[in-house]
């Protein structure tokens, strides 16, 4: 039996998928949390094989979540399910330890498949995203430039892409707006630009948005 947790900060979301993988026999969803904190609490006090982890989660972000989940627990394994297409995050998370990266726009069966395989000891990659990255291992001239941001910075680059200020920001993120200027800064800084606007036009460029 495959004991999961959902970690996602909206109810209903948690609800579909709990509906969702009732339908197939040898897994179980043994927790839920809705924030970073529960997540880690429940992952030391209960016995769990893989977190369904929403990559949006507000305050700490569902890459620092899936960080800090692999330093309490290392065995754990992680299946990241985002709204976002994969060429925004998921070669990040795989980076960091996760097995498998869904949208959430894909059918119930995918999401399966990937916890699935990731029970097995494999990753989980579609075929668009492996022709994304062979092409990355095949060709490090062609790397883009936007690996060099840290997990937040570019999370707060693609929503300035997305035509967001910063005050918005601030409050999806549940930072201060001070802290998302200072990512703003840092961005600006590591990409070699001098406002907001470059940036729009760089993330919808590089398809980010």
Known sequence: ????????????????????????PGIVVAAEAATAQEALDLALSKELDIVVLDIGMPGR???????????????LKFVMLSMYPEEQYAIRCFKDGAGA???????????????????????YI????????????????????????SDREFQVL?????????????????????????????VLEKLGMENSAQLIKFVIQEGLV
């Open 1 to 24: 039996m495959v004991r999961i947790m959902l970690v996602d900060d909206h109810a209903i979301v948690r609800m579909g998928i709990k509906q969702a993988v009732a339908k197939w």
């Open 61 to 75: 972000g569902g890459l620092e979540v899936l960080k800090s989940l692999r330093a309490l627990k290392p065995k």
């Open 101 to 123: 990266y869904v949208t959430k726009d894909s059918p119930p069966e995918e999401l399966v498949k990937a916890i699935r395989a990731v029970a097995e000891g494999r990753r």
């Open 126 to 149: 579609t075929q668009s995203l492996g022709q994304q990255m062979a092409g990355l291992v095949l060709d490090t001239s062609s790397r883009p430039i936007h690996e060099l941001l």
């Open 158 to 186: 693609v929503k300035i892409g997305a035509g967001k200020r910063v005050n918005e920001i601030a409050e999806e993120l549940s930072l201060s707006p001070k802290t998302v200027s200072t990512y703003r800064t840092r």
